[in-house]
């Protein structure tokens, strides 16, 4: 949808100057009064408020969606949201109001991505429509009246400080008199399309108490609520007009127990206002708040009170994008559960509109982030929409090259460092794992010309068919023995070039189909010339390099024996240690478990030491890590595809290539020493696909449940094969040896 849909709409704010060297601004407060006579008759809001806006009626706030719009290349695409407001309209006289926040539109602090420099950069704005039955009763124009409120500042990746003795008592009702506030202006549009956001909003979805207090230095409060998570406090308190409320919001304790930002805050330059908010009472009995146009990456905060105030409740809000869990995975392994638990938990907190890498010190869209967890997002939500809508960006981003940024949106940072075909890929296998897990090809057809145009550029960028550019085996233990970046990049180019002819193919377009397949054909015999040492050597054999050939589909059959013997003596000569960083992270696992080391895979997943996942849970983390140490961020996602590693192979679901969005399924369990049990359930497109098996005394006994309208085939441990219809479906057997 575009522009014509608001065509009576203006563009509107507050008149500021646009100079990037401008101060900050109160968050704006838009007002207009209106005569509803339309009982019965539907009533419909499209707005737009960038950065961010919170749209009220007759004094309620409209739905419960937060963070609204997400975030967007603004001078290319700009997203609106449509509102049934029906059951909020009144006979006769109406108010409309409508708050605006930076958000992403207006980042005003420096910091290392620039995006305080960004060409859209301006001070928020508001489109907005009011339809009856889709004609236009009341638009957005310089009629509308606006003034400052008690949010007097917010920042991204600052925090909020709201002066509840500046609030507007009435703004919302009619009655109210707003003659001495001034019109609003009508102002440039953010310069891009206009399109109705159909992805799940971001909500608070859960509200946490927290678990320990303690006093720490200078009187302050410090909170620990258990758990890592995105979002933001809740407090309710008493006291007198002007006492404060400062919260600091951080993951780590220093060894006084204060609040420890430093290892979140390095990128950011300003920062004295780092995921910090400021509450100042109005003094009028019990006042209950929580921000608006922010939101942080923590699990403790630090309160400190200036005056009498005193603190009733502390809660915190967990915020995410808002869509359904469809996926369910538990084992009689208490450390399996936790490592799934966690990564879930990374998961949410790194998708708050975008697929991010950190609720805290980014909130970018790191790419390579992205496509290393999709399948564990596909499998446990219903997160398709999200991530095709934010694969709309790409094409914006994307240079006439072919170049793409690491980051996505970029405002012009990331293009010649931070990317490369392991992360750049996402534009390419995201669109595909929709495909597998949904049936759904749109995403495919959408943005073949800009995968076309990137895998060009890759072949510009090679030499004999190898690419050298980008970042490789990111977060490695041990910067000395990290496979070649030209590897895993030329791995990524292979299997670009192959899903661009597989889809050229689906499209109809054959000559596209020939040429792609050719040089997948030609990067594959390069890859093989130059990183092949023989007797089952890839580069210097390091995990990930020979787990890249063989995930990545490079190796030659004749030697593929030989490249797995060198894996299972590598990661057996390491203790079952990862010796790996992202990338590895899912190739070693998948490769192992591909090539019938299921249980070898496992028990380097589960072993306890460093470095390793569950090395983690045992210094208390409950979300995944950034590093093995831990010395940076302690919520990532990017060693995230543990998750669907459990759902692939212990439980065995598994998407058929052939008959993709689980039309037919393939089911391949897979019993490991030190589990009994496994239980996992997954909606498909079709419906629900449950798989449970138990394994008492080496008498394995399996339930599978498929949809109406699939088959599946049931790969049992005893080597036997099993075609299944619709229906619940047991087996006995006896597992193959580990």
């Known amino acids: 949808m575009n522009s014509i849909n608001f065509c009576r709409g203006k563009w509107i704010g507050r008149g500021c100057l646009s100079d990037w060297r401008r101060k900050v601004i109160p968050a704006p407060c838009f007002r207009k009064t209106f005569i509803w006579n339309n009982p019965g008759v539907k009533a419909e809001v499209w707005i737009c408020g960038l950065g961010y806006y919170e749209l009220y009626l007759n004094g309620r706030k409209v739905g419960d969606r937060v963070l609204d719009p997400v975030v967007s290349q603004y001078d290319k695409r700009v997203r609106y949201v449509v509102y049934d407001v029906t059951e909020y309209m009144l006979e006769g006289e109406n108010i409309i109001g409508v708050i605006l926040g930076n958000g992403w539109y207006n980042c005003h602090t420096p910091e290392v991505w620039h995006f305080d420099k960004a060409s859209w950069r301006d001070y928020p704005k508001l489109l907005l429509e009011l339809k009856a039955d889709n004609r236009s009763m009341l638009s957005s124009d310089e009629s509308w009246k606006v003034t400052s409120g008690p949010i007097v500042f917010d920042g991204l990746r600052n925090g909020e400080t709201y002066d509840a003795r500046r609030e507007l008592d009435g703004w919302l009702t009619p009655g109210y008199d707003d003659s001495s506030w001034p019109r609003a202006v009508r102002v440039a549009p953010p310069g891009g399309i206009l399109e109705e956001q159909t992805m799940p909003p971001c909500k608070v979805m859960q509200t946490l108490a927290a678990v320990n207090h303690w006093t720490v230095s200078n009187g302050a409060a410090v909170y620990d609520f258990g758990q890592n998570l995105a979002g933001w406090l809740r407090l309710t308190v008493t006291g007198e007009a002007g006492d404060e409320i400062t919260i600091r919001y951080g993951e780590r304790l220093d060894s006084n127990h204060h609040i420890d930002q430093k290892h979140i805050s390095q990128f ?31 699990q403790y905060v630090q309160i400190n009170v200036t005056g009498e105030a005193q603190l009733k409740t502390i809660e915190a809000r967990v915020v995410h994008t808002a869509f359904e869990q469809i996926g369910k995975f538990s084992s009689s392994d208490a450390v399996v559960n936790s490592l799934q638990k966690c990564t879930i938990w990374s998961y949410r907190s790194n998708f708050v509109g975008i697929p991010a890498d950190c609720p805290h010190r980014e909130k970018n869209g790191w790419t390579g982030d992205a496509q290393l967890a999709a399948e564990t997002g596909l499998f446990n939500f219903n997160a398709a929409s999200s991530y095709s809508q934010w694969l709309d960006n790409f094409p914006d981003v994307q240079r006439p090259s072919g170049q793409l940024p690491g980051i996505v949106p970029s405002c012009g940072w990331g293009y010649n460092w931070g990317s490369g075909p392991a992360w750049d890929s996402v534009l390419i296998l995201i669109p595909w794992y929709i495909y597998l897990y949904t049936g759904d090809r749109t995403t495919i057809e959408k943005h073949y010309g800009t995968m076309k145009k990137y895998v060009d550029y890759c072949t510009y960028m090679a030499d004999d068919n190898i690419v050298s550019f980008g970042l490789g085996d990111w977060s490695h233990v041990d910067s000395e023995r990290i496979a070649p970046p030209a590897l895993t990049s030329t791995g990524y180019y292979y299997t670009d070039s192959l899903l661009l002819a597989r889809f050229a193919e689906m499209t109809g377009r054959k000559a596209d189909q020939q040429q792609y397949a050719r040089l997948a054909a030609k990067i594959k015999a390069a890859f093989n010339r130059h990183f092949y040492r023989g007797d089952g050597i890839y580069a210097r054999g390091e ?196």
Not at 548 to 564: N, P, R
Request: hydrophobic share 35%; proline share 7%; with cysteine.
């Open 543 to 738: 995990q990930t390099a020979l787990a890249c050939a063989l995930y990545q589909g490079l190796t030659e059959d004749s030697e593929k024996a030989a490249v797995v013997q060198k894996l299972v003596d590598a990661v057996k000569t390491n203790g079952n240690k990862p010796d790996f960083g992202i990338l590895g992270a899912k190739y070693v696992p998948r490769a192992l478990a591909e090539n019938g080391q299921v249980e070898l895979a496992y028990q380097m997943i589960i072993q306890p030491e460093f470095p390793g996942w569950v090395n983690w849970l045992r210094q208390g983390a409950t979300t995944l890590w950034e590093d093995w140490a831990g010395n940076f961020s302690r919520n990532h996602i990017m060693f995230g595809d543990v998750s669907a590693w459990m759902y692939h192979y212990l439980a065995g679901i598994r998407p058929d290539p052939e008959n993709p969005g689980f039309r037919h399924i393939s089911i391949h369990p897979h019993p490991v020493s030190g589990i009994k049990w496994v239980k996992a359930e997954y909606d498909s497109p079709y419906g629900k696909i449950a798989v449970a098996w138990e394994n008492h005394h080496d008498d394995l006994k399996l339930e599978v449940q498929i949809p109406d309208k699939t088959t599946a085939t049931v790969n049992l441990p005893d080597g036997t094969a099993k075609k299944i219809e619709p229906g619940s479906h047991r087996f006995n057997t006896r597992p193959c040896p580990v």
């Open 268 to 298: 950011i330059y300003d920062q004295g206002n780092f995921q910090t908010d400021r509450y100042i009472l109005k003094g009028q009995g019990v006042e209950i708040w929580e921000p608006s146009f922010t939101y942080h990456g923590f």
